[in-house]
């Protein structure tokens, strides 16, 4: 019994992966710099991953949570990215992780109580 969940909770994060990040890498192609796309990446994973732990929370199945939150956002997010780019203290690799937490934390102050003004809680 343990295999077949754990078989359907690996196919469903696998899937959700595949599908984030195709996302990523379409975004990747959209713009030039990779710090922009880097940036979009992940700031727009932040807005999906916080309104979606909501979601969850409130109204999601653990099939949803494996696809969506370690399979789809996980997929679109790069954290390895940020690490390299702010490693480039030259390009200014401090401003560019700072830029990139305070934007992520702001996102989620914003996307947080939207999230649960408009996600009903299960009664």
């Not at 494996?66 to 790069?78: D, E, I, N, S, V």
Request: proline fraction near 3%.
């Amino acid at each position: 019994m343990n295999q077949i969940v754990n078989v359907r909770s690996i196919s469903l994060v696998s899937l959700g992966g595949v599908l984030g990040s195709l996302l990523r890498y379409t975004i990747g192609e959209l713009f030039t710099s990779s710090r922009t796309s880097t940036l979009i990446a992940n700031l727009l994973g932040v807005a999906i991953a916080t309104f979606l732990l909501v979601l969850m929370q409130r109204r999601g199945s653990t099939d949803q949570r494996h696809f969506w939150l370690p399979g789809f956002c996980a997929g679109l997010t790069t954290f390895s990215a940020v690490a390299l780019l702010t490693l480039q203290p030259s390009d200014g690799g401090t401003m560019y992780l700072s830029a990139s937490v305070i934007a992520s934390l702001a996102i989620i102050a914003i996307v947080m109580p939207i999230a649960r003004k408009v996600i009903p809680a299960r009664s």
